[in-house]
């Protein structure tokens, strides 16, 4: 029998690392590194948590737009963390998979992505991390593809998002206190459930999700039904 009361699939737009540091009078860049471990201590304790799919916003089509300083340090970061932390997905058999438009990355970020690929493909559970993602353009590239092979229904067009793979999202969190989606899973989030909590993204620990996954194990999911 299914567990309906258990989340497969919980994704996390990670906010607040500007206002995290602002509030402790640092860096900017210094919240985003204490975002990066915020994301290393959640990724080690997701494998005892009963999720299959864990899928992290990190960087939204529209972060462009911030000053270049910025966009440099968390390209940064991106190098960083996929050089320490590979041999521990591999070790713990965690399968990355990215979702936007990641080629359109730096060529030696794309490299080091595809590499990690390649070396976690094994990997049983799955760490989707959003890298130059927008929803809006997932949904209007795939109901092209769909467009182009004759047939565009619900499901041939969520047959061509970047997540076909994965399990349907249970439980979407935000963090910061912010409540919107910032155009993340727009399609995906058609009846998973939401927890938007006030917590600072730098300061989210496996706690933090533990307390979110009990409450969505409390919900009544009804699809429209009754
Ligand atoms: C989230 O923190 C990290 C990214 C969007 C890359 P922010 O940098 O958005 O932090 P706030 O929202 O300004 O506090
Ligand atoms: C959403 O956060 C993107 C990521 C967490 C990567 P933003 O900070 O970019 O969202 P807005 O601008 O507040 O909507
Ligand atoms: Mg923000």
Known sequence: ??????????????????????????????GHQRGVEAVRKLVRSVGDMGIDCLTL???SSENWKRPEEEVDDLMNLMRKFIKSDLPEFVANNVRLKIIGDWQGLAP?????????LEQTAGGTHTLAVALNYGAQ???????AKAAASGEVTEESIAAHLYTADLPPLD??????GEVRLSNFLLWQAAYAEMAF?????????????????????????RYGGR
């Open 1 to 30: 029998m299914t567990d309906h009361s258990r989340a497969r699939h919980v994704a996390i737009i990670m906010d607040g690392n500007g206002r995290w540091a602002k509030r402790k009078g640092l860096p900017r860049a210094v």
């Open 57 to 59: 916003y990190a960087f």
């Open 108 to 116: 030696d970020i794309v490299a080091m992505l595809e590499d990690a």
């Open 137 to 143: 353009q997932e949904i209007a590239s795939a109901a």
């Open 171 to 176: 439980l979407l969190i935000r963090t910061s």
């Open 197 to 221: 909590v006030d917590t600072l993204w730098p300061d989210f620990a496996p706690e933090h999700l533990h307390q979110a996954l009990d409450d969505f194990a409390q919900r009544e999911r």
